[in-house]
Nanobody, 123 residues
Framework: QLAQSGGGTVQPGGSLRLSCAAS????????IGWFRQAPGKEREGVSC????????KYADSVRGRFTVSIDKDKDIVYLQMNGLMPEDTGIYYC??????????????????WGLGTQVTVSL
C-alpha cells in the first residue's frame, strides 16, 4: 500500500512537497520511484531513491530543482519540488519498483502504485 499526499496549485517558482507513505518492508527492500503524467502525454520517470544502496536518480528536467528523500523512522518517501515551472504540471505518482536499485527505474517493473496527486503550476 502506497499512500500519497501533498500536491496542489502553486505559481511558477513556488515549492511543493509530495509524500508517499509505505510499509517498512517496502522502503527497506525496494526502490521507490516518482513518476508524472502531464495532460496528453505519457507517464515519465521523475526521480528514484533506494535506501538499500543509498542511491538517487533524477530526470534531467528536474535535476537541481527536485530532491527525493526517505524518512526511515516514518517509512515515508518525500519529493521536495522547488523552482516549479508550468511544464511540471501533471499527476504525480509514487511506485514501488520490483528491485532495490534505481538504475533504469523509468522502464522497470513497478509492483505497486500510489493513487496519484495533482500538481498544477500556473499564474
Amino acid at each position: 500500500q502506497l499512500a500519497q499526499s501533498g500536491g496542489g496549485t502553486v505559481q511558477p517558482g513556488g515549492s511543493l512537497r509530495l509524500s508517499c507513505a509505505a510499509s517498512q518492508r517496502t522502503v527497506d527492500y525496494y526502490a521507490i520511484g516518482w513518476f508524472r503524467q502531464a495532460p496528453g502525454k505519457e507517464r515519465e520517470g521523475v526521480s528514484c531513491i533506494s535506501s538499500s544502496d543509498a542511491s538517487t536518480k533524477y530526470a534531467d528536467s528536474v535535476r537541481g530543482r527536485f530532491t527525493v528523500s526517505i524518512d526511515k523512522d516514518k517509512d515515508i518517501v518525500y519529493l521536495q519540488m522547488n523552482g516549479l515551472m508550468p511544464e511540471d504540471t501533471g499527476i504525480y505518482y509514487c511506485a514501488m519498483l520490483a528491485n532495490y536499485w534505481c538504475s533504469g527505474f523509468e522502464g522497470g517493473i513497478k509492483k505497486k502504485w500510489g493513487l496519484g496527486t495533482q500538481v498544477t503550476v500556473s499564474l
